[in-house]
């Protein structure tokens, strides 16, 4: 058996989610500091969530039918740098909204398919695939202060020349990467097979559940930081919370291998989709109370780790070998369908309803996924 590049793997997943580090707290509050208002600022952050819908399934059914991931994850990864370097040129709406479709249609194009590539060099070692992840955790978490302390000392003007220099970093890494395919099956349609093992029984409700999760996370990601903000927080303490919330994510990735060999997939999405409800309960009435804030952070090993590595393993599990690359895409893409419409919903009610109602609405998505995971998938081991 061929030694896994640890190392190798690891660094492509710690400059791809520095990237999400960077825009996930800081995104809404550049376009703020654009004089955006909140209705604009939900709808630009909403573009790159609504080309998560079609980028991964295009990008997917290529790579399953060419067997070429590998380069299509490089060649995602330079066209993301050279379209969002557009954003150097003009700051009007329409060009912004142009930039976020173009740069997040290739961006897109790269996690489906490395993942893909991940589980392949693990050869079954699926248990390993966290051990991999966390350090996707550690870039996110290295940036949001990094950048939070950054935006303390210089204006928010120089958070695009962070982003290209996160961007190169993705390129750099992805053509460090080896490549591997996973095994070989049958000839039978990658298409057909798809079909077929999408209305398993479960399957469909777990990626109706997916984007029922995004949905919830629309105020978090679009709003948060602009929140926190309102209530007083500075920058730099603001980044400082991001990063809570991923090192909670981080000591869950190390743990999961663990818990799902003493707990069913199910249990321990229903779980993530509960605390999910409460903590946005929590960011929406009481973020002014420090500890609170603290420990609603903290329950993003939850909302975010257990509930991703779980999917990931369930994604794995469901499909076969032809079939993993769109499996991982339509994860992506209703990911992005949910997020898009989170984001969305929140632009609009964020002014009318405030930060209360609008995180109100979300842990009710979650309460939803809740049902759904309860009433309708199997119990079962990872």
């Not at 249609?105 to 398919?113: D, S």
């Not at 966290?130 to 210089?154: A, D, H, K, M, Y």
């Not at 946005?280 to 500890?291: C, D, I, M, T, V």
């Not at 109602?357 to 079962?380: N, P, Q």
């Amino acid at each position: 058996m061929a030694p896994i590049p640890y190392w190798r793997l690891s660094s492509f997943y710690l400059f791809y989610f520095a990237l999400l580090g960077s825009t996930a707290p800081f995104l809404a509050l550049y376009f703020d500091h654009l004089g955006f208002s909140s209705a604009r600022i939900g709808e630009l952050v909403a573009i790159p969530m609504l080309m998560r819908c079609i980028a991964p399934n295009l990008w997917g059914w290529l790579g399953d039918y060419t067997g070429r991931r590998l380069a299509i994850v490089r060649f995602g990864a330079v066209c993301a740098v050279l379209t969002f370097s557009l954003i150097l040129f003009d700051k009007s709406y329409a060009w912004l909204a142009m930039v976020m479709a173009l740069h997040a249609f290739f961006w897109h194009a790269v996690l489906p398919q490395f993942e893909v590539i991940t589980l392949a060099h693990l050869q079954g070692q699926t248990s390993r695939y966290s051990q991999i992840r966390l350090w996707g955790s550690v870039g996110f978490i290295l940036t949001v202060v990094g950048l939070g302390r950054l935006f303390e000392w210089f204006s928010l003007d120089v958070y695009p020349y962070a982003l290209l220099f996160i961007l190169g970093g993705i390129v750099v890494s992805s053509g460090w990467v080896p490549n591997a395919q996973p095994a070989p099956t049958s000839k039978q349609s990658a298409v057909e097979g798809f079909l077929k093992q999408l209305t398993q029984p479960g399957v469909l409700a777990f990626y109706a559940c997916v984007a029922l999760m995004q949905l919830s996370h629309g105020p978090y990601y679009t709003f948060l930081t602009l929140h926190l903000e309102h209530l007083g927080y500075s920058c730099g303490t603001i980044g400082v919370l991001w990063a809570v919330g991923v090192v909670a994510e981080v000591v869950m990735f190390m743990l999961m291998s663990r818990i799902l060999q003493r707990f069913s997939v199910r249990r321990v999405l229903l779980a993530s989709f509960l605390l999910a409800a409460l903590r946005w309960l929590l960011l929406g009435s009481f973020a002014e109370h420090l500890p609170v804030l603290i420990f609603a952070q903290l329950l993003h090993a939850a909302t975010f780790g257990s509930f991703h590595a779980s999917a990931i393993h369930f994604v794995q599990r469901s499909f076969g070998p032809r079939q993993q690359g769109q499996g991982q895409a339509l994860y992506a893409a209703l990911s992005g369908t949910g997020g898009a419409l989170g984001a969305l919903y929140s632009g609009y009610s964020w002014n009318v309803l405030g930060p209360n109602w609008t995180f109100s609405i979300a842990s009710v998505a979650a309460l939803a996924a809740a049902v759904m995971i309860a009433t309708r998938m199997k119990e079962d081991r990872a």
